[in-house]
């Protein structure tokens, strides 16, 4: 699942692309991939050319979504398959993703990358095996590999999410000759799969389900179970719930996980934005 090739424009980045053809410039400089690099578009009167290809100028573009062209117009990053799943920016480059209109990464304060970044540091991945349960745009892989993991199996349930990783740049690549072979990415339905992982196989676990009404078997004392079997004694989970407000839903879902986690065998405390587990 190599990244597609090609730009990927935001509103705010084919306003400036458009702005400096309308001035008249030879060229442009700036991110055609989120802020992960940057790079030279020439401009022509009919057209831009960036990496040897050329691409039509945009038509006015929507806020809050990801563009990319599909070899006749500017479409969004966005696949409807019983749900609209839809790859959305964010001001700090690395994009979110939303299912149905509901965001899946936290990105008001910092990047979903550091956000990422600071939950996986929780579990100390450095030459631990991980497993990803709910691989999503594989931030936290991503982190995992930055941070020196020797394995991670990431599951990915949603085909459309899949789809989404391979036109993101931040997404880690699997076949990326820099992970060394260390991320397995498999589309599989973790609350099964985890039946066919051996007992104490991995050495931490990094929980982010989707919230509660969409995959409520991923809060359920069946799975903690299972994650309590793959993973050794003194191994960490990390379980991302969110804060949902208890006086709307009448739940306290950070609570009802803790204690559903310490019935399957851990020691649980809130933490961050979620659960921090220990295998007894």
């Known amino acids: 699942m190599s990244p597609s090739p090609g730009p990927l424009l935001t509103r705010d980045t084919a306003d400036a692309l458009l702005a400096a053809h309308r001035q008249g410039l030879p060229g442009w400089s700036g991110s055609l991939d989120l802020g992960r690099s940057q790079g030279q578009a020439s401009l022509a009167i009919d057209h831009w050319q960036w990496q040897d290809a050329r691409y039509p100028y945009p038509e006015r573009l929507k806020d809050r979504t990801i563009y990319r062209f599909d070899g006749e117009a500017w479409s969004p990053v966005s696949r409807y398959a019983g749900s609209l799943i839809k ?3 964010t001001e700090w480059g690395a994009p979110t993703f939303e299912i149905d209109g509901i965001k899946m990464l936290p990105t008001s304060k910092e990047s ?15 030459g631990k095996v991980v497993l990803d349960t709910c691989g999503g745009l594989g931030y936290f892989a991503a982190c995992c590999l930055e941070a020196g993991v020797a394995r991670i199996h990431s599951f990915e349930k949603n085909e459309s999410v899949l789809w989404l990783r391979t036109l993101n740049p931040w997404s880690p690549d699997p076949e990326d000759p820099g992970s060394g072979g260390r991320l397995q990415l498999v589309h599989a ?8 992982m051996a007992d104490g196989s991995v050495d931490a676990v990094l929980h982010d389900p989707p919230r509660f009404g ?12 299972q994650l309590a079997r793959v ?10 719930t969110g804060s949902p407000n208890k006086l709307t839903s009448g739940r306290d879902v950070p609570r009802e996980v803790q204690k559903r986690l310490e019935k399957a065998g851990f020691k649980a ?4 934005d979620g659960v921090l587990g220990t295998r007894r």
Not at 112 to 126: E, F, N, W
Not at 214 to 225: C, K, M, N, T
């Open 214 to 225: 969409i995959a409520g078997e991923l809060y359920s004392q069946a799975f903690y179970d």
């Open 189 to 196: 339905d973790v609350s099964q799969a985890v039946t066919a």
């Open 231 to 240: 993973l050794r004694r003194e191994g960490r989970l990390f379980h991302y």
């Open 112 to 126: 979903p990358i550091d956000d990422a970044r600071r939950k996986v540091a929780l579990v100390q991945p450095a």
């Open 87 to 89: 790859l959305v920016p």
């Open 269 to 272: 405390q809130l933490a961050l």
